[in-house]
């Protein structure tokens, strides 16, 4: 349903249509590759929440976790990774088609005025506390 029609005037596609921009660059012989796709949400995982490493810090002696981070949970899903050679394979003149490593950068293209963010909870209950029944 996020495909938006070159001119569609709606309120969905005006409020929540955005571009995800997935940037490819092979370690071997630098080819960039870009491929873009529509979204109308994005699903980013609650990576915010660290442990208190320093002993200075209330709280560090409990191991009371830090406080969520939108901004970080955000920057954490469109930083650049690592692909490994299995996971990529250039087509370029010079590597032919062999597999590569490669560094995987997203960016938002076009970001729609109201940004559907989900957030993903992990199922680790060292990550987030768990609820306590009473």
Same mark, same amino acid.
């Given at each position: ?8 005037k ?5 409020s929540?249509?955005? %571009? ?15 491929k873009e796709?529509?979204? %109308?949400?994005?699903?980013?995982g ?7 490493r ?6 560090a ?7 969520l ?8 899903y ?13 087509r370029?003149? +010079? ?5 590569q ?8 293209k076009k970001?729609?005025?109201a ?7 992990s199922?680790?209950p ?5 609820? +306590?029944?009473n």
């Open positions: 349903m996020p495909v938006n029609p070159k001119g569609c709606c309120i969905y596609h005006q929540f249509f955005g %571009i995800l921009r997935n940037t490819v660059t092979c370690s071997q012989c630098k080819q960039v590759t870009v796709d529509p979204f %109308i949400d994005v699903s980013v609650l990576q915010g929440r660290v442990k208190r320093r002993l200075d810090e209330p709280g002696e409990s191991g009371e976790q830090g406080e981070d939108l901004a970080l949970c955000l920057e954490q469109t930083s650049a990774e690592q692909l490994a050679a299995d996971g990529y394979t250039c370029s003149e +010079e590597c032919g088609t062999t597999s490593q490669a560094r995987k950068q997203m960016t938002m970001v729609p005025p940004l559907c963010i989900q957030l993903k909870v199922p680790y060292n990550v987030l506390p768990s609820r +306590e029944n």
